[in-house]
């Protein structure tokens, strides 16, 4: 036998609802109590009751693993810590609590004073605020379909579906009841309130966008259907599509298998909710069953900043990351929107993942995909935004020190690491006779550039350089000595074409007199 909704005499024919046992009631019926739950802070009579049975049930269950996984086999406890769970079992008691009075948890006196706190010296103007809020800040970022007076009604009361007389809803909603620490004569004191939205709404979940193009339409440039008719029609719609879905059905504690009406569809597979605990995504990487495991990653806005390489790691290569922006909060500008989508990027690259270029780009999500292997270290995990660069073949000034009068650069920071790589030809020739090779390719000149003997090893009389000893270039792409330079009485080689230096090879002079620097004593070598 099926009890009435709210009746409180049994849960009567257990059915699907969503994802969580319900009356049997209609599409309508369904939609209507969920919409309450979700997003008005009173409630009706008869949901308030429906609510109270139901959170009872799930006290009920929260404890005793065995019955939890009989009654509702697609609900997976089993990851939560001991004192998470008796947290959870605490809030299903709070919420079905035998204490029926509004002072348990007053609702409408909580938003009263959050708003004044929020508006401040403006509170005596919140009717003006909230129609500045709607038509200039979400109107402009494409939510035209709220329509003025349901969303002046949210920001005074906290009913956003008003689906009944308005009257009717004086329950007060104890699901969006939640706690904080706070600061009493010096202690921290634990306290329960209302700390959600006041500001944008719950009209942006389901009452902006709709399938059906019908639903959006204007009449004399104004939204034809509001956000909460939208939003009841969606709602209604996923509810229909649940109930349709023929995948495995936990009715009355057994679990069935029903056949797709439609031939060449295939049955749906069996599916498990598994909650994991609060500080899962900093501790999640270390158990190496979840690295590079999920396919896909929400993030709302509020907490991109868990967003981490450790989380990443537990994505697989090519798995999708999706990250709500900040386009609907009313209190932040432009600029301030545009800075928080670019930490976005910032911290999705620093993730491991990489912004998709086939989707068209949306203002409300951002979407990414996961690069490289999710199996390598968390700290290697950074994308770099742009090619690999590549070798110079000179290193820039601030990289080595200047040479000083007494000190010749060492040639392993000027010469070429590759064959492809030699400088060219018209950089080495010397322009003069009897003139060193400028190292103006590689650092500022100075005055007294030259290589000073005292640094090099001296030459002696029989150990002049050789061709053999040249830089590593090939012999087919060695060219004569003329092609370099116009034959001279007296030819340097250029420190360029000169191999990794050696112990008893010094680059002459050019000049039978000594350098700047050097001792008289120390003939210099010329090579014709």
């Known amino acids: 036998m099926t009890t009435p909704a709210g009746s409180g005499a049994g849960f009567g024919t257990v059915s699907w609802w969503g ?26 009579p008869s949901v308030a ?10 006290a009920n269950l929260v404890p005793e693993p065995d019955r939890l996984e009989e009654q509702l086999p697609w609900l997976s406890l089993q990851l939560l810590k001991f004192r998470e769970r008796d947290a959870l079992e605490a809030v299903f008691r709070f919420w079905s609590g035998g204490e029926k009075r509004p002072e348990v948890f007053p609702m409408s006196c909580l938003w009263d004073s959050r708003l004044r706190h929020y508006l401040g010296s403006r509170y005596d103007a919140r009717r003006g605020v909230a129609d500045w809020d709607l038509r200039m800040k979400l109107h402009d970022r494409g939510a035209q379909v709220i329509h003025i007076q349901e969303f002046r009604r949210w920001r005074d009361t906290g009913v956003a579906f008003e689906l009944r007389d308005l009257s009717a809803y004086h329950v007060p909603n104890k699901t969006l009841a939640s706690g904080r620490l706070l600061s009493h004569r010096g202690e921290r004191v634990a306290a329960r309130g209302y700390w959600g939205d006041i500001a944008t709404g719950p009209f942006i979940a389901f009452g902006i966008e709709a399938d059906d193009q019908s639903l959006l339409r204007t009449s ?48 749906q597979e069996p599916f498990t909710i598994h ?25 709302s806005c509020g907490m991109v900043h868990l967003l981490s390489p450790e989380l990443g ?6 798995g999708n990351l999706v990250v709500e922006l900040a386009r609907y909060l009313v209190d932040l500008r432009p600029k301030e929107l ?47 935004s742009g090619p690999a660069p590549s070798k110079v073949l000179t290193l820039p000034p601030e990289s080595i020190s200047p040479p000083q009068a007494d000190q010749a650069p060492f040639l392993e920071a000027v010469s070429p690491t590759q064959d492809d790589q030699a400088p060219s030809l018209e950089s080495m020739s010397p322009t003069q006779d009897d003139q060193a090779p400028s190292l103006e390719a590689i650092s500022p000149p100075q005055a007294d550039l030259a290589p000073s003997p005292k640094v090099t090893s001296p030459p002696q009389a029989d150990q002049a350089p050789s061709l053999e000893l040249m830089s590593p270039i090939q012999a087919d792409q060695a060219l004569p000595l003329e092609a370099v330079s116009p034959p ?12 990794p230096p050696q112990a008893d090879l010094a680059p002459s002079s050019g000049s039978d007199e000594p350098t700047p620097g050097s001792s008289g004593n120390v003939p210099s070598k010329h090579v014709t």
């Open 19 to 44: 994802l969580s046992p319900a009356l049997d009631l209609q599409a309508e019926k369904r939609t209507e109590t969920f919409l309450e739950l979700w997003g008005n802070a009173l409630l009706r």
């Open 338 to 384: 545009q800075a928080f989508s670019d930490r976005v990027v910032e911290i999705a690259r620093v993730a491991g993942f990489a912004p998709h270029t086939t989707t068209k780009p949306s203002e409300t999500f951002a979407r990414f995909y996961k690069l490289g292997d999710s199996s390598r270290g968390v700290g290697d995990s950074a994308v770099e």
């Open 49 to 58: 009751a429906f609510l109270r049975a139901q959170a009872s049930h799930l």
């Open 488 to 499: 001279q009485d007296e030819l340097v080689f250029p420190l360029e074409a000169i191999s």
């Open 220 to 267: 004399n440039g104004q939204p034809v259907k509001t956000a909460s008719e939208i939003t009841q029609h969606n709602v209604t719609e996923l509810f229909r599509e649940v109930a349709a879905w023929r995948g495995p059905r936990a009715i009355q504690g057994k679990v069935e298998e029903t056949e797709s009406p439609e031939p060449g569809v295939p049955a």
């Open 275 to 299: 909650f994991l605990p609060l500080d899962s995504s900093q501790t999640l990487h270390h158990k190496t069953c979840y690295q590079g495991r999920f396919q896909l990653l929400y993030v």
């Open 313 to 318: 790691a537990c994505v697989a290569p090519g």
